[in-house]
T-cell receptor, first 114, second 111 residues
Framework: DVKVTQSSRYLVKRTGEKVFLECVQD?????MFWYRQDPGLGLRLIYF???????EKGDIPEGYSVSREKKERFSLILESASTNQTSMYLC?????????????FGPGTRLTVT | QKEVEQNSGPLSVPEGAIASLNCTYS??????FFWYRQYSGKSPELIMF????GDKEDGRFTAQLNKASQYVSLLIRDSQPSDSATYLC???????????FGQGTTLQVKP
C-alpha cells in the first residue's frame, strides 16, 4: 500500500512565522506535489517536483517555497505566514508523468494562521 | 473558460438510485482522466481512471469518456448513503503527471 504521510494534521501559527510542512512517501515515486484546498476554489497546485532537487511552480506559488533533498521527502515552506494562507494543505505523490498513474494523497494539514 | 468544469451541486439522489456526475474539459490533448472521491475532512482517493473512449465499469461505478465532446462522466448505480461525498474530476495534461482538478460535485444520497 502506498503511504503518504504529512508531519501534522493540525497546525496553528502566528502571522510572520516561518512554517514548514513536511511530506514523506514510501513508494519511491518520482513526482511529488503540494496543493492547497479552499471551499469553492477546489484543489490548487502550489509546487511540484519530478526529481530530487527539481521543482516547478504550480498555479499559486507566491508566498511559498519548496525543498526536495531526498526522493521520499518534499517540504513546503511558508517564508512569512499570512492569514490568507490559512487553508488545508495536501501533499501527493505519483510515478512519472505520461503513465496515467494516479496521485496518492496524504491526510492533509489544516493550517490556521492567526 | 475553466480547464475542468463540474457542477458544484449539491446533487441529491434517493438511496438505490443512479447518480450521474459530469465533467467537461478544455484541453483536447488530454489523455488520462480520473475520478476521486473526497469525504468531508479527508483527502481525495481514486475511484476510477479512464483513458479510452467509451465506458469503464468497476462494481457500482461506471466512467464514461467522450473525447470528441470533451466530457467525462461518472455513474454510481444503487447509490448508498456512504457514497455521500465530493467527487473530483481530474485530467492529466502534457504527460507531466500534473493533474488539473475540477471544483468537485457534492453528492448527497438520502436514505
Amino acid at each position: 500500500d502506498v503511504k503518504v504521510t504529512q508531519s501534522s494534521r493540525y497546525l496553528v501559527k502566528r502571522t510572520g512565522e516561518k512554517v514548514f510542512l513536511e511530506c514523506v512517501q514510501d513508494m519511491d515515486h518520482e513526482n511529488m506535489f503540494w496543493y492547497r484546498q479552499d471551499p469553492g476554489l477546489g484543489l490548487r497546485l502550489i509546487y511540484f517536483s519530478y526529481d530530487v532537487k527539481m521543482k516547478e511552480k504550480g498555479d499559486i506559488p507566491e508566498g511559498y517555497s519548496v525543498s526536495r533533498e531526498k526522493k521520499e521527502r518534499f517540504s513546503l515552506i511558508l517564508e512569512s505566514a499570512s492569514t490568507n494562507q490559512t487553508s488545508m494543505y495536501l501533499c501527493a505523490s505519483s510515478p512519472p508523468g505520461g503513465t496515467g498513474y494516479e496521485q496518492y494523497f496524504g491526510p492533509g494539514t489544516r493550517l490556521t494562521v492567526t | 473558460q475553466k480547464e475542468v468544469e463540474q457542477n458544484s451541486g449539491p446533487l441529491s439522489v434517493p438511496e438505490g438510485a443512479i447518480a450521474s456526475l459530469n465533467c467537461t474539459y478544455s484541453d483536447r490533448g488530454s489523455q488520462s482522466f480520473f475520478w476521486y472521491r473526497q469525504y468531508s475532512g479527508k483527502s481525495p482517493e481514486l475511484i476510477m481512471f479512464i483513458y479510452s473512449n467509451g465506458d469503464k465499469e468497476d462494481g457500482r461505478f461506471t466512467a464514461q469518456l467522450n473525447k470528441a465532446s470533451q466530457y467525462v462522466s461518472l455513474l454510481i448505480r444503487d447509490s448508498q448513503p456512504s457514497d455521500s461525498a465530493t467527487y473530483l474530476c481530474a485530467i492529466e495534461t502534457g504527460n507531466t503527471g500534473k493533474l488539473i482538478f475540477g471544483q468537485g460535485t457534492t453528492l448527497q444520497v438520502k436514505p
